[in-house]
């Protein structure tokens, strides 16, 4: 059984950063694409980015170009970078490989001055 473990969340200042990671086990890492969702209180849980296993990158709109997805397939890690955090990007963050349905616990991020 696989299993996904995030950390990298905090608390950060509006304009400030971010850096979240998640490390994969139990299955074969590099062979699938991974992506990043985030949920709000209140709110569904939604898509914010994913990468494939060449590297593809793929956004969600409302964090396209603050937000940068990579991965270390020799540490069979992913990773979120968080640059110009707004406060609208509170969130519990959720690492996931949906085709295997594997998800983490969350790492709550949360932006306020």
């Known amino acids: 059984q696989g299993k996904l473990v995030e950390s990298g969340g905090g608390l950060a200042q509006p304009g400030g950063s971010l850096r979240l990671s998640c490390t994969g086990s139990?299955?074969?890492?590099?062979?699938?694409?991974m992506s990043w969702y985030r949920q709000a209180p209140g709110k569904e849980r939604g898509f914010v980015a994913s990468?494939?296993?060449?590297?593809?990158?793929t956004y969600a709109s409302s964090v396209k170009g603050r937000f940068t997805i990579s991965r270390d397939n020799d540490k069979n890690t992913v990773y979120l970078e968080m640059n110009a955090l707004k406060p609208e990007d509170t969130a519990m963050y959720y690492c996931?490989?949906?085709?295997?349905?594997?998800w983490g616990q969350g790492t709550q991020v949360t932006v306020s001055s």
């Open positions: 996931t490989q949906t085709i295997l349905d594997y």
């Open positions: 139990g299955f074969t890492f590099r062979a699938y694409g």
């Open positions: 990468i494939t296993p060449g590297g593809g990158m």
